[in-house]
């Protein structure tokens, strides 16, 4: 598990007693990144919970989300083993740990990609502000229409499970520069990356409950929209990988 995390001391002990509660059954190892928070963030993830292997990744000052996901990737993968799965999710309480298991299960019926879907049949995001919607929703139909990757309807969500080899297939290839995004952009572009490794996607349906947020929302409407625009004009001139992956 990679949760991403910046000032996020008040989310993190409900959120990791949820995962030690998926512990009992799942074998999970979480590593937190904080992200120069100015808060405990860091504090709470070094003290972890009961039940719950919790490791803490610190970046010194703010570096966005893109990086913090970029250092929890690399992280796992220095300790996974070339059977085990990533998830990446938020760290602000808004994703269920419960549907850890059905990632588990898609995995092992084939999939390399399980994204947790707010736009599939039984997901919502009714609990979110609606200028977030308005965004998420917006940027799904765009990103549908343009790139064309084969079983998502979800871009944009925050909680997804990896197949190891894939990701480091992909690390290989793109090292450093695997996620290059800062903000919001960066969970899109690793998507638009792992393509290039032709890999099965799927989707499980995803409950976000926005109304267990303790803090104030990370995202920067404007500042995300020019980031999207970018990522999609980037994509459409750059070229594919030069070898197959």
Same mark, same amino acid.
């Given at each position: ?13 409900? /959120?990791?007693?949820?995962? &030690?509660?998926?512990? %009992? ?6 590593? =937190?990144? @904080?992200?120069? $928070? ?96 308005? /965004?998420?929703?917006?940027? &799904?139909?765009?990103? %549908? ?6 079983? =998502?309807? @979800?871009?944009? $969500? ?88």
């Amino acid at each position: 598990m990679v949760l991403p995390a910046y000032n996020e001391a008040a989310s993190l002990p409900p /959120l990791l007693a949820r995962l &030690a509660e998926v512990g %009992r059954t799942e074998m999970l190892t979480v590593w =937190v990144v @904080d992200d120069g $928070s100015s808060d405990a963030t860091a504090e709470v993830a070094a003290a972890g919970v009961d039940g719950l292997d919790v490791r803490l990744v610190r970046h010194p000052v703010n570096l966005g989300l893109g990086q913090a996901v970029r250092s929890g990737l690399r992280a796992a993968l220095d300790s996974a083993g070339q059977d085990d799965i990533v998830v990446v999710m938020d760290a602000d309480d808004t994703h269920d740990p419960g549907l850890i298991p059905l990632l588990r299960a898609e995995i092992a019926g084939g999939a390399d990609v399980v994204v947790c879907s707010r736009f599939t049949d039984g997901g919502d995001d009714d609990t979110a502000p609606a200028f977030r919607r308005l /965004l998420s929703r917006g940027a &799904a139909g765009l990103f %549908r229409r343009m790139l064309k990757v084969d079983g =998502v309807h @979800d871009f944009t $969500s925050g909680f997804r499970a990896y197949r190891v080899t894939l990701l480091e297939r992909a690390s290989l290839h793109w090292g450093e520069r695997l996620i290059e995004e800062q903000g919001f952009a960066c969970m899109v572009e690793l998507l638009l990356k792992l393509r290039h490794c032709h890999p099965v996607i799927t989707e499980v349906p995803l409950k976000l409950r926005y109304d267990r947020k303790r803090g104030p929302s990370k995202l920067r409407l404007r500042r995300t929209i020019v980031q999207y625009l970018g990522l999609l004009i980037r994509d459409r001139l750059a070229p594919a990988p030069y070898r197959e992956l």
